[in-house]
């Protein structure tokens, strides 16, 4: 008993002095490795198109602020969002929320947007996303940081690709494949 309780204390002193070298070799981040009972989340990918119209008699995006320089321009979006590339096909949603230009030094968009869905099991349920967009890259990658409706507790990410842009009227349609776990 006596030394199975020595050897006990002993393990765990060098536990705690192993930890704190650990410690002493990492000034500013510590690394934990936590275990969780197991619970079934279900996964979710969604596929749509995005439609920037910020031209014409309609737009569905609007510049609200617009220094002289592109830099801080902010812009309000209220996108449809299509099963398809073509602006007539089925709306499965609409992109709400803003974009602003948030980079000096390349195209890096600051994105805070709701895709709110309006079609199917998922109509009136909603994912946001707030993260960075360099629209000139082939491919970005955006958080899905929550949820709501058969969303809740929400966590993914956005990957987009812009398919067509118009230099003249600077309408875009950008295709968005959606990773989220959820409850
Ligand atoms: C989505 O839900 C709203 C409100 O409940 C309803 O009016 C609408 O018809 C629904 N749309 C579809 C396509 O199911
Ligand atoms: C989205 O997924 C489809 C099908 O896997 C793929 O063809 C397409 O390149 C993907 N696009 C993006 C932006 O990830």
């Keep these: ?76 979006i209220d996108d449809p969002l299509t099963i398809d590339t073509k602006p007539d096909s089925l709306v499965v ?20 947007i709701n895709f709110v869905f309006t079609y199917g099991k998922y109509n009136g349920s909603a994912l946001s996303v707030m993260g960075r967009n360099r629209v000139f890259d082939v491919v970005r990658e955006m958080p899905v940081v929550g949820g709501s409706g058969v969303f809740r507790f929400a966590r993914g990410y956005a990957l987009a690709s812009t398919v067509r842009y118009n230099l003249k009227t600077g309408n875009a349609v950008v295709e968005y494949n959606v990773t989220v776990m959820h409850d």
């Design 1 to 76: 008993m006596a030394s199975y309780l020595s050897s006990t204390l002993y393990s765990l002193s060098l536990t705690l002095i192993l930890a704190a070298l650990a410690t002493a070799n990492l000034p500013f981040s510590a690394h934990f490795v936590e275990t969780k009972p197991t619970t079934t989340r279900k996964m979710t990918r969604l596929h749509f198109y995005f439609h920037d119209i910020v031209s014409g008699k309609n737009p569905t995006a609007i510049k609200i602020i617009g220094p002289k320089s592109l830099f801080g321009t902010t812009v309000v």
């Design 93 to 112: 949603g609409r992109a709400q929320g803003l974009y602003a230009m948030a980079s000096q030094h390349d195209s890096g968009l600051l994105m805070t």
